[in-house]
């Protein structure tokens, strides 16, 4: 069990359950805020865990009452609190190598800042790996995410990436994860658009793994939905509206964040009669795939 100052006790549906302390899980998982949005935790029978977040970023173009790749984030942080909670354990680094998100019926579109809730539970867990999945609702569920995770212990993910260790900077106010990563876009061609990245400054990945700044998953999987969007709209030939049906990423490697990395998007499908598009991306540093993300659109 945690420690006993780390719990305190709430009902639900007639029992009595542990509420988390974030603090405690927080450094269980080597994530803080403002990566960490979540402003409740919540054991659940089963080993589950309850998690209730506001939104941060605007949807642009995607439908729906959350950013796939903000959804994304939360869920998979969501995942790992289900690995540690209830259990003493030193501080492990969970990194997310692949995942699939779905989009589920029912969902309404929502303004920036409202209130939703998250329940996540493990599949799998060893000592080296867990695979989590995840649920997210707005009074119904509207998506779903299974996530895979490499397990690090601290003085494991310490000796493979210390050289990507700095001193840790004052947060500022406000989260970077409000705004889009800013890009250069190359000319699209017909079914094909890439785009590039500067290097990240620390800032803009704070609470991910502190002292150790680096691209975090979801926010390359939104950097590449700013691509895929502007293909898209290149595709039509005009600007649309369009809900994301799912979206599986691969992260091959953590990218450390004082390099620039660049963002190929090409089309595999696309049907008007359908309204439906397939799309596949590559991230690349320098000639190395780190990352890849397919994803399937209804507009």
Do not use: N
């Not at 990395?261 to 590559?282: K, M, N, P």
């Amino acid at each position: 069990m945690l420690p006993a100052e780390a719990v305190r006790w709430f009902h639900h549906g007639g029992d009595l359950m542990p509420r988390l302390d974030i603090s405690t899980i927080c450094d269980r998982i080597a994530v803080q805020a403002p990566y960490f949005a979540f402003g409740e935790l919540q054991g659940l029978p089963d080993g589950a865990v309850r998690g209730v977040f506001a939104s941060e970023q605007t949807t642009g173009y995607e439908r729906g009452p959350v950013a796939s790749a903000e959804v994304g984030r939360h869920l998979a942080i969501l995942g790992s609190c289900a690995a540690v909670a209830g259990r003493a354990t030193e501080r492990i680094y969970y990194l997310a190598t692949r995942a699939r998100f779905s989009t589920l019926d029912g969902a309404q579109p929502r303004e920036p800042g409202r209130i939703f809730e998250a329940t996540a539970e493990t599949v799998s867990h060893d000592r080296r790996s867990l695979k989590a999945q995840a649920i997210v609702s707005d009074g119904r569920p509207f998506a779903h995410l299974h996530c895979d995770y490499q397990a690090l212990p601290e003085r494991v993910f310490q000796r493979l990436f210390q050289d990507y260790r700095t001193e840790e900077t004052p947060l500022a106010e406000g989260s970077p994860y409000r705004e889009p990563i800013p890009l250069e876009f190359d000319e699209p061609q017909a079914l094909s658009l890439t785009a590039r990245s500067q290097p990240l400054a620390p800032a803009r990945c704070a609470g991910h793994f502190p002292g150790y700044p680096a691209w975090p998953v979801a926010i390359i999987a939104e950097t590449i939905a700013q691509v895929v969007s502007r293909l898209l709209h290149h595709i039509l030939g005009k600007e649309v509206d369009y809900s994301v049906v799912r979206t599986d990423v691969a992260a091959l490697r953590l990218v450390p964040a004082a390099v620039s990395l660049s963002f190929h998007a090409d089309c595999l499908s696309a049907s008007r009669t359908l309204s439906h598009y397939v799309f596949s991306a590559r991230v690349l540093w320098g000639e190395e795939i780190v990352a890849t993300l397919d994803t399937e659109l209804r507009v």
